[in-house]
T-cell receptor, first 116, second 115 residues
Framework: ETGVTQSPTHLIKTRGQQVTLRCSSQSGHNTVSWYQQALGQGPQFIFQYYREEENGRGNFPPRFSGLQFPNYSSELNVNALELDDSALYLC???????????????FGPGTRLTVL | KQEVTQIPAALSVPEGENLVLNCSFTDSAIYNLQWFRQDPGKGLTSLLLIQSSQREQTSGRLNASLDKSSGRSTLYIAASQPGDSATYLCAVPSAGGTSYGKLTFGQGTILTVHP
């Protein structure tokens, strides 16, 4: 059983650019959630994908968008990058609503995004 | 809107000491509560998940308790070791409607255990 993986590990972009972050969910999981963690803060929920459909969104602007693929891997896209987008981006996978609330979410190692 | 608060923000203890980390939440209608560990610049590792019907969960030197009515949870670490140094986060999920399991996190407690 493979864990949650994310790529790239680190990324440096300049303000106004676009970025795509990737996440491979744990084997058997069909739900992926994305979180943004600013330095010294707890993670903030961005959105969740369940079976390739967006299944809820946090308080983030539309320039944050995502996709989930048939193999349940996922992408997070951020357009028009701003300095405040600098953060650790975490994805988490889980088994889906049928396993809630007993199942935990499994987090990847994160992608550190720096916007200059 | 659920809000989660953790106290203290940072804690430094000598090796071998027993310690308690605190987590409080504003909406007591939770399904479960999780404690995570995060090493610097890394992802989150789940330590313990307590269901709303449970009062506590134990894993090795870790014991987490939950009091839904008062909106509080504690993480007890026995005989602390330098390897326990990390940030500890508690989180509660939302459910129903959209985004089941969306986690609301506290800001974390930074624990340093010195030899």
């Amino acid at each position: 059983e493979t864990g949650v993986t994310q790529s790239p590990t680190h990324l440096i972009k300049t303000r106004g650019q676009q970025v795509t972050l990737r996440c491979s969910s744990q084997s058997g999981h069909n739900t992926v959630s994305w979180y943004q963690q600013a330095l010294g803060q707890g993670p903030q929920f961005i959105f969740q994908y369940y079976r390739e459909e967006e299944n809820g969104r946090g308080n983030f602007p539309p320039r944050f968008s995502g996709l989930q693929f048939p193999n349940y891997s996922s992408e997070l896209n951020v357009n028009a990058l701003e300095l405040d987008d600098s953060a650790l981006y975490l994805c988490a996978s889980s088994s889906g609503p049928q396993s809630f609330p007993t199942d935990t979410q499994y987090f990847g190692p994160g992608t550190r995004l720096t916007v200059l | 809107k659920q809000e989660v608060t953790q106290i203290p923000a940072a804690l430094s203890v000598p090796e071998g000491e027993n310690l308690v980390l605190n987590c409080s939440f504003t909406d007591s209608a939770i399904y479960n509560l999780q404690w995570f560990r995060q090493d610097p610049g890394k992802g989150l590792t789940s330590l313990l998940l307590i269901q709303s019907s449970q009062r506590e969960q134990t894993s090795g030197r870790l014991n987490a308790s939950l009091d839904k009515s008062s909106g509080r949870s504690t993480l007890y670490i026995a005989a602390s070791q330098p390897g326990d140094s990390a940030t500890y986060l508690c989180a509660v999920p939302s459910a129903g409607g959209t985004s089941y399991g969306k986690l609301t996190f506290g800001q974390g407690t930074i624990l340093t255990v010195h030899p």
